[in-house]
């Protein structure tokens, strides 16, 4: 028998039980479908992730309070990070390959125009930010020195907060909004960022005010300590890519010679570039993808399953016809071969409709707008090669009963 007679007659045989047919692959189906779906969710987060760091600034490097400890995340510091600690870095007799320092405080807050109000992200921060972040004024302008200096109620608001507060970006500069309670006036609006990103919050939800306005007036009291008044983060841009480590490198001594700092364990900081949190989200979600797809894959081999009791089913309701083939000289690999492509055609044509499945559920995840959803032609094909040898294994037992029965006992099975 050719391979092709024996694929017209698989089509024929499950043609005869439509309805059989159907649900047996409902298993593939849907299995393949959550593996396209859950890999493209994993590869999508991953994709807006990188996306997200890399819109951060040019070649930046993050000064943070704490360390990362093994398996416990980011561990407080009994030293914090001061304003004289961002100083001290954008010396460049201390720091010559250091470009740019912005220190940081980050709170949330309500943010209130007329009737309407709005949770946001306030960031307290010099006028540095706005090289070191890559947050360009598109109308109005960043706050300044002079804003700095005399600790003024002026902010700079993100996109989003300007079209949902006041309605129009262009109509925002001037206008007062109030940060707890407290006026502010709108002296720019940032250019869009984009959207919902994956930590949480948006890039264009964020209202940026002076650093000494943040300290001293908004938030008083919260950021004073023994060694000065603490900030979060402190954002540094060095000069070019190839200056980074030599910046990083003299951002640690410096800090472990402010800090009396005795040996790498004693830190009570943490100096990462955008590449180092790329590397640690990168793997981060890598092994999140994974694990998407090996929740996915057990559908599959449930479906597997389902394939291979209704071969079962099968083998038994055509006894008679397998002993009447091996009477008049049907081979055992006729009959061997003839069940496995029955099983595999069921995967196969299951694997192409859990395709469109997978990729209709990933457009759906795109509509809510948290992040783009990403099919990759890797993702189709793990899947649909997966629900062919998921196909193809739970064959080979049905197939090998057929194969294995006796003419003669097959000719009197009733």
């Given amino acids: 028998m050719s391979f092709f007679e024996s694929i017209r007659m698989a089509f024929r045989s499950l043609g005869a039980n439509k309805m059989r047919s159907a649900l047996t692959m409902l298993g593939i189906i849907i299995g393949t479908g959550a593996v396209i779906a859950l890999l493209s969710v994993g590869q999508g987060a991953q994709l807006a992730i990188t996306s997200e760091i890399q819109s951060i600034g040019s070649n ?96 700079v608001i993100g996109s ?107 830190d009570g900081f943490t100096v990462a570039s955008q590449q180092d949190l790329l590397g640690v989200f990168d793997q981060i979600t890598s092994v999140l993808t994974i694990f998407l797809g090996a929740i996915a894959g057990i559908s599959l081999l449930v479906g597997g399953i389902g394939i291979m009791n209704i071969m079962l089913v099968s083998v038994t309701e055509r006894t008679r016809e397998i002993g009447i083939r091996k009477a008049v000289g049907a081979r055992r690999s006729d009959i061997l071969g003839q069940f496995l492509i029955e099983s595999v055609v069921l995967s196969i044509i299951g694997g192409l409709i859990g395709i469109g499945f997978g990729w209709g559920v990933a457009a759906l995840v795109n509509t809510l707008g948290t992040f783009t959803t990403y099919v990759s032609s890797q993702a189709v094909g793990l899947a649909v090669g997966f629900s062919m040898a998921v196909g193809l294994f739970f064959g080979i037992y049905p197939a090998s009963r057929a194969a294995n029965l006796h003419p003669i006992d097959a000719l009197h099975y009733e």
């Fill in 160 to 266: 989003d907060v300007a079209d949902r507060l006041i309605g129009s970006r262009e109509l925002a500069l001037g206008a007062t909004i109030r940060i707890n309670q407290i006026p502010f006036q709108v002296i720019g609006v940032l250019e869009a960022k984009g959207g919902q990103g994956p930590f949480g919050g948006s890039a264009d939800r964020v209202v940026i005010i002076p650093l000494s306005t943040a300290q001293t007036r908004l938030f008083p009291g919260r950021f004073v300590s023994q060694s000065g008044r603490t900030v979060d983060t402190i954002y540094v841009s060095a000069w070019d890519e190839a200056s980074i480590d030599m910046a990083m490198d003299e951002i640690t001594w410096l800090l472990r010679e402010r800090q009396g700092s005795l040996s790498p364990d004693d």
């Fill in 60 to 155: 930046l490097i993050l000064v943070m309070s704490g360390q990362f400890g093994q398996g416990t995340g980011m561990t407080a510091s009994s030293v914090p990070l001061t304003r004289a600690d961002a100083e001290a870095i954008a010396d460049p007799l201390q720091a010559p390959h250091v470009a740019a320092v912005a220190p940081s405080i980050s709170r949330s807050a309500t943010v209130t125009y007329g009737g309407e109000s709005l949770s946001v992200q306030i960031e307290g921060t010099t006028p540095e930010y706005e090289y070191v972040r890559n947050y360009p004024a598109e109308y109005g302008r960043f706050i300044g020195a002079g804003d700095e200096a005399v600790s003024a109620r002026v902010a």
